[in-house]
């Protein structure tokens, strides 16, 4: 079945610095790659996506592109905010699926 | 206006008790889903909705059931209550069922 992989946090980060979250995933054939971030005390909110290999999906200052070769989809922002504070969910849909599969989410801190 | 709106968005209930949250969306979509986060944050789809059809059933105790009047209310009834039911329930819509899904703000079930 389909699944997806993230580096478990807290990750804690002082402002302005650089943050990667790793996300990797399995599914049978050419699936669309989304990341997601819920603030404390809110709903999830799609951050970006991307539909197909070497597509970059970009938002906010936060960059993730669709690497097949290492079915990988790696959350990057060059400087942080205290604002980014919050979890992050990569997950994955399948072409015509129906069922977004979720990693178990990465949560960040940001201080100032 | 709310988008996605789920009530009651705190429940703090007995063990055996029923409950239902109730979730309705004014986007216009078609499809609704169920999700269930635990107190590690993993997200977890329960149920899904197209039109009215239910469409995924994930492994679910039989104690929850979901009912979809139209297409922009998705309801949820959990009969029985459980300790491990204690979790904050999330109701989501997409157009399509491979849209972008929209979350409401959770519902925070806590069973005593």
């Known amino acids: 079945g389909n699944s997806v992989t993230q580096m478990e946090g807290p990750v804690t980060l002082s402002e302005e610095a650089f943050l990667t979250i790793n996300c990797t995933y399995t599914?049978?054939?050419?699936?669309?790659l989304f990341w997601y971030v819920q603030y404390p005390g809110e709903g999830l909110q799609l951050l970006l996506k991307a539909t197909k290999a070497d597509d970059k999906g970009s938002n906010k200052g936060f960059e993730a592109t669709y690497r097949k070769e290492t079915t990988s989809f790696h959350l990057e922002k060059g400087s942080v905010q205290v604002s980014d504070s919050a979890v992050y969910f990569c997950?994955?849909?399948?072409?015509?699926?129906?069922?977004?599969?979720f990693g178990g989410g990465t949560r960040v801190l940001v201080k100032p | 206006d709310t988008a996605v709106s789920q009530t009651p968005k705190y429940l703090v209930t007995q063990m055996g008790n029923d409950k239902s949250i109730k979730c309705e969306q004014n986007?216009?979509?078609?499809?609704m889903y169920w999700y269930k986060q635990d107190s590690k944050k993993f997200l977890k789809i329960m149920f899904s909705?197209?039109?009215?059809?239910?469409?995924i059933n994930e492994t679910v105790p039989n104690r929850f059931s979901p009912k979809s009047p139209d297409k922009a209310h998705l309801n949820l009834h959990i009969n029985s209550l459980e300790l491990g039911d204690s979790a904050v329930y999330f109701c989501?819509?997409?157009?399509?069922?491979?849209?972008?899904?929209?979350f409401g703000e959770g519902s925070r079930l806590t069973v005593l």
């Open positions: 599914a049978t054939g050419y699936p669309s």
């Open positions: 997950a994955l849909i399948k072409a015509a699926g129906n069922k977004l599969t």
């Open positions: 989501a819509s997409s157009l399509g069922v491979a849209g972008e899904l929209f």
């Open positions: 986007l216009g979509h078609d499809t």
């Open positions: 909705y197209n039109n009215k059809e239910l469409i």
